[in-house]
């Protein structure tokens, strides 16, 4: 089974030629107490309560900070 990290990072190739960016919510959960992150999406509790009323344009932006965010070790 394949990791959060490397779900997210598999679904984001995809998210530039969706017609609507898609929610990186895996059902897992967990914040990181370090990084302010969940465990699952990588977003913020901002990020996650905001999801549902931004716009297309900003989900596809807060994908690009959750692959940096990704990305580090």
Known sequence: MNSARELLLETA???????QAPSP???VCRM???TGWCE???RTLDEIAAWGMM??????????????????P
């Open 40 to 42: 699952g999406c990588f």
């Open 25 to 27: 919510c895996i059902s």
């Open 32 to 34: 990181d107490a370090v």
């Open 13 to 19: 190739r995809g998210v530039a030629s969706a017609a």
């Open 55 to 72: 716009a297309d344009a900003d989900k596809r932006a807060v994908w690009q900070a959750l692959v940096l965010r990704a990305q580090q």
